[in-house]
């Protein structure tokens, strides 16, 4: 056997039992000390390479399972079908409904996404427009943008309306009066209203949120998919009192 194709082996096998690698697990894996060795196999073999992590993971094109957004995750290392960080924010901003705020595309990608948003700006490859304090990103393409821009002319509800909930923003008064309110839904309606936040705080919204409101951030995230994925069931709710508990209920009991 060829040590090309031993080394392809090696790396196949390394990809298809952990998912996903780095360059320095796939030359342990092959038994080489040379880059240019590992990336000439995952040429051969096909790859794609994480948006995030800096680009530093690698998988095989068979191995993700992408969403209805063609985004996959593991182990918190993000993919998209789409290519890097770059490609991936021009696709999801071109075939958007209606753009996205830096912070509803933070939401997504779960990543900072700032710097790739101006980089592509200044190339021409998206465009922008003030929308109230922040910028709405659209395609750069006349018809597409007209489109996006009147779809948003549609919409009750601002993006970037939740900047004022950030947790450390936040008085003592208002924190309570949250937390009192959040203590009325139900559990969906606590799950949703904790992703709606979430998703409105943009890059680590899931943390913020539950730690505001006392929930795991597993339930913010399940509750952001469930309204960014327009998941919603409208005839399933458990009685209340169910799920989480606040944080604060736990601390008395």
């Not at 040379?34 to 390479?49: A, D, I, K, N, Q």
């Not at 509800?157 to 450390?168: F, M, Q, R, T």
């Not at 951030?217 to 209340?240: F, K, N, W």
């Amino acid at each position: 056997m060829k040590i090309t194709d031993a080394r392809d082996q090696e790396a196949r096998k390394l990809l298809n039992t952990n998912s996903i690698a780095t360059i320095d697990e796939l030359k342990k894996a092959i038994g080489t000390k040379g880059t240019m060795t590992v990336f000439r196999s995952l040429s051969r073999l096909g790859y794609v390479s994480s948006y995030s992590h800096r680009g530093s993971y690698y998988t095989l094109p068979d191995v993700p399972v992408f969403d209805e957004r063609g985004l996959w995750s593991c182990r918190g290392v993000k993919f998209s079908r789409y290519g890097n960080l770059l490609e991936t924010v021009t696709s999801l901003v071109v075939q958007s409904e209606a753009g996205f705020t830096p912070s509803s595309l933070e939401a997504v990608l779960q990543v900072e996404v700032k710097h790739a948003l101006l980089q592509l700006v200044r190339r021409g490859t998206i465009a922008r427009s003030k929308a109230g304090r922040s910028f709405v990103y659209l395609a750069a393409e006349t018809g597409q943008r007209r489109r996006q821009e009147l779809m948003r002319d549609d919409r009750d509800v601002p993006h970037d309306v939740g900047a004022g909930l950030e947790p450390e923003a936040l008085s003592d008064e208002l924190r309570a009066g949250i937390i009192l309110f959040f203590s009325l839904l139900d559990e969906k309606q606590r799950r949703l209203f904790a992703g709606l936040e979430a998703a409105k705080m943009g890059y680590g919204g899931d943390r913020k949120a539950a730690d505001l409101l006392g929930l795991d951030s597993h339930t913010v995230a399940t509750g952001r998919q469930e309204l960014i994925g327009g998941r919603v069931d409208r005839g399933r709710v458990r009685r209340a009192g169910g799920g989480d508990k606040l944080a604060e209920k736990k601390a008395r009991s």
